[in-house]
């Protein structure tokens, strides 16, 4: 199947989408961390072959390993045929390659910055990148601020026709203050528009479809309101466990690892109004009105409003059998880290008034699904009498976010014979029959962003601390009322019964667990 038309969307000018970056050079403080080989890496390589990165282009890896940039090449060189998301032209990659450098610095030490200046500015003649730099901290959280302030004690963060960008990876903080007390710190080096605060959901592109499908078409925004939604339901749900990460995750827990900024980025772009142009701020104004319409909860509220699940062994008869979470690597027996949330959050305003949002996230739940499932209120008046009013299910729309992305509407049908019966029919929109699939790691357009010095995707200071805001009451609540019965979930199962029960004192159930 073929679409008949393409527009671009939501880039006003086609062209900003389309050409390459900005001449530049890439520094990645901790670059010998999994995410460069697995997502960096494959990211900029993929950019390149898209013709959209620039041919001024060059990367440095700083961390505290000491590699040559000779070593550092040989270990990328070795990684890339692990984590390409396509075939690697051997060409391009030489090219690419040629490009790459690295240095071994500590993030605190001051001389480690002024040799990077010197050698980003003998990087600058030598790749013609005009003193143009982003800085990606893929570090752990604790750095942020550190490496922030040495950059701009280093020279290395002022604007003389030239730009310089730093990308910052979540966890933005832990909580309401550290958030607040993390932005205040690189403000004071840097202006809000040099700063990038990145979250890879929205480099999705089926998150980045949301807004197209509600603001390119007509037939869906008259009745994307209160009047016509009855609940929104956002799945995020994961069949791996903490794997690797039980030492993150114990100081983590996936209402921060998940909550305050990928399942918030959906509520804000299936909440938010139509913004008046796709102009960064104008964007970025109606998702942070949606986070700041979100009232934080009483602590009565968390209680009755809020859900936590830890995941122990599977259930005996299990196909797979799967270890609890207090037997992971590097977790505690004793643990009190969550690994399941579901909560039911209202956002006070004119179009979402007494709407509810149910989100559920987790771990070892039992399939690997992301979607945001709209449903629409009841047919106001029941013409079908004989029918049992529980079998006429409303009208659902469901966005599939992943792994299956695509759209699908479900409405009642006539069930063919002689009976008037009603049946539920899906109408399913699945990307891969329009348009294929583009392997790609998620990154690739949020590089370019910046790169090209769009920061729609990005979140701007105010969103991080609303979103905190909200979360961090029910962090409060939590933490002075240790949960009593985990392990509460067998891995391999849809969370606690607490987080079906959450929907059954309204009525309602979660619909992918049909
Ligand atoms: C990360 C979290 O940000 O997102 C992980 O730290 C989680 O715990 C991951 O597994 C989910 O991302 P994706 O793209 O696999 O849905």
């Known amino acids: 199947m073929q679409t008949t038309n393409t527009t671009d969307f939501p880039d006003e000018s086609g062209s900003e989408a389309r050409r390459p970056g900005d001449p530049c050079i890439m520094v990645i403080f901790g670059a010998s961390g999994d995410l460069t080989k697995r997502k960096l890496i494959p990211a900029l390589y993929n950019l390149a072959k898209e013709n959209l990165l620039p041919s001024n282009?060059?990367?440095?890896?700083?961390?505290?390993?000491e590699f040559s940039t000779e070593e550092f090449r040989e270990i990328l060189n070795e990684d890339i045929k692990l984590y390409a998301t396509s075939d690697v032209d051997p060409e391009l990659w030489k090219w690419f390659e040629e490009r790459i450098y690295y240095m071994s610095g500590d993030f605190a030490d001051p001389a480690a910055y002024q040799k990077l200046k010197a050698f980003l500015a003998e990087l600058d003649t030598k790749h013609g990148t005009g003193g143009n730099y982003f800085n990606y901290l893929a570090t752990s959280p604790n750095f942020f601020a550190t490496i922030v302030q040495q950059l701009g004690a280093g020279g290395l963060t002022t604007e003389e026709n030239n730009w310089r960008r730093v990308i910052i990876e979540k966890p933005f903080g832990r909580d309401f203050e550290s958030a607040k007390k993390l932005n205040k710190d690189i403000q004071q080096v840097l202006n809000e528009k040099q700063i990038y605060r990145i979250d890879h959901y929205l480099g999705k592109e089926t998150v980045q479809n949301i807004l197209v499908f509600r603001f390119a078409n007509g037939i869906f925004e008259p009745i994307w309101n209160r009047r016509y939604i009855d609940h929104v339901q956002i799945t995020v749900a994961e069949t791996v466990g903490v794997e690797d990460r039980g030492g993150y995750y114990e100081v983590a827990g996936t209402l921060r690892d998940m909550v305050p900024n990928h399942i918030f980025q959906l509520i804000c772009l299936t909440a938010m109004e139509p913004p008046v142009s796709f102009d960064a701020d104008v964007v970025r104004d109606e998702q942070a009105k949606i986070l700041k319409s979100i009232q934080p909860m009483t602590p009565e509220e968390v209680l009755t409003r809020t859900v936590r699940g830890q995941y122990g062994e599977s259930a005996n008869g299990a196909v797979k059998k799967m270890a609890g979470y207090r037997s992971e690597p590097q977790v505690s027996p004793t643990s009190r880290t969550e690994t399941f949330v579901a909560m039911k959050l209202l956002i006070d305003n004119w179009r979402w008034a007494d709407v509810p949002f149910y989100l559920r996230t987790g771990k070892r739940l039992p399939k690997r699904v992301t979607e945001i499932?709209?449903?629409?209120?009841?047919?106001?008046?029941?013409?079908?009498?004989?029918?049992?009013?529980?079998?006429?299910t409303p009208n659902r729309l469901v966005m599939h976010l992943q792994p299956d992305e695509g759209i699908s509407l479900s409405f009642g049908a006539k069930i063919p014979g002689?009976?008037?019966?009603?049946?539920?029919?899906?109408?399913?929109?699945?990307?891969?029959?329009?348009?294929?699939?583009?392997a790609s790691t998620g990154y690739e357009r949020l590089l370019h962003d910046c790169m090209v010095g769009d920061a729609t995707l990005f979140q701007r200071s105010d969103m991080v601390e609303a979103?905190?805001?909200?979360?961090?009451?029910?962090?409060?609540?939590?933490?002075?009322?240790?949960?009593?019965?985990f392990p509460n979930y067998s891995a391999g199962s849809w969370g606690p019964k607490e987080a079906d029960e959450l929907l059954e004192h309204d009525k309602r159930h979660w619909s992918t667990t049909e």
């Open 57 to 65: 282009f060059a990367l440095v890896g700083f961390a505290r390993n």
């Open 373 to 392: 499932a709209i449903q629409f209120k009841r047919a106001p008046f029941v013409l079908f009498r004989n029918t049992a009013v529980e079998k006429m």
């Open 418 to 438: 002689p009976i008037v019966q009603i049946g539920n029919v899906n109408m399913d929109f699945h990307y891969h029959d329009y348009f294929g699939t583009t």
């Open 467 to 485: 979103s905190w805001n909200i979360v961090s009451p029910i962090q409060d609540v939590w933490e002075a009322l240790p949960p009593r019965k």
